[in-house]
């Protein structure tokens, strides 16, 4: 995995260079200048962009507009201490492919850039409410029922693990499968339930009381009954 880090603080900036570096990750440049991440974003083809919000004259969001303003392809995770909805959705429909806390865990960090790598959408478990209450509030117009029939047991009980915040790699060791397995299975829950991501899937799951259980797992009563996993 090859990394780019557009953030205006040195000392952060450099702390995590060497942090994703001892793990094994390909860091081409931490820039603190944004014209100057455009430019590498552009021309020396990272995998994942890591954008700061908050940057003096042109914050995240609107580097990440001209980044697809200008064609830039990239995956684009932005990193952040803000946990408004307001940051979060901007992200989101300003086409960031995650949105990761500074606070996160170096393990957990990880995990994400190799699931936004893989193509998912990663949101920080602790904003799954925040997320969830700004699609149900912005959900105006009837949406079809989700077939849970159509789920097999053993999706369903994978399902579950996703709403408890469980990532592929525990789903795995707790029903002792494979992660490629575990992948396979989240892919048709998608398909069935037809949402474009797990974080949809698993606020349903929550959301509709499927998963008594969960709400004995860590971060439950923090987010209100609803949960994700990211990865």
């Known amino acids: 995995m090859r990394v780019l880090l557009i953030d ?11 942090l994703l570096e001892r793990r094994g990750i390909e860091v081409i440049d931490a820039v603190g200048d944004w014209e100057v991440g ?11 962009v890591l954008l700061d919000l908050r940057m003096p004259v042109m914050g995240g969001i609107d580097v990440l507009k001209r980044m697809r303003a200008e064609g830039i392809e990239r995956r684009v995770a932005m990193l952040t ?69 159509d789920l097999t047991p053993r ?25 490629g397995t575990v992948k396979l299975h989240v892919k048709a829950i998608l398909r069935k339930l037809e949402v474009r991501s797990r974080v949809e899937a698993a606020v349903i799951a929550v959301e509709r009381g499927l998963c008594a259980e969960t709400s004995s797992k860590p971060g439950a009563d923090a987010i209100a009954g609803l949960s994700r996993s990211h990865s």
């Open 8 to 18: 205006d603080h040195a000392l952060f900036r450099v702390g995590l260079l060497e």
């Open 38 to 48: 455009l430019r590498l974003a552009r021309d020396c083809g990272p995998d994942v």
């Open 81 to 149: 201490t803000s946990t408004d909805e307001r940051d979060l959705i901007g992200s989101l429909q300003a086409g960031a492919n995650g949105y990761l806390l500074k606070d996160m865990e170096p393990d957990e960090l990880v995990a994400a850039l190799r699931d936004i790598l893989a193509g998912e959408t990663v949101v920080a478990k602790e904003l799954t409410g925040v997320l969830a209450r700004a699609v149900r509030d912005e959900n105006t117009t009837p949406v079809k029922e989700p077939r849970f029939s």
């Open 155 to 179: 999706e369903m009980e994978i399902l579950c693990q996703l709403a408890a915040g469980l990532s592929n790699k525990a789903i795995a060791r707790e029903l002792g499968i494979s992660d």
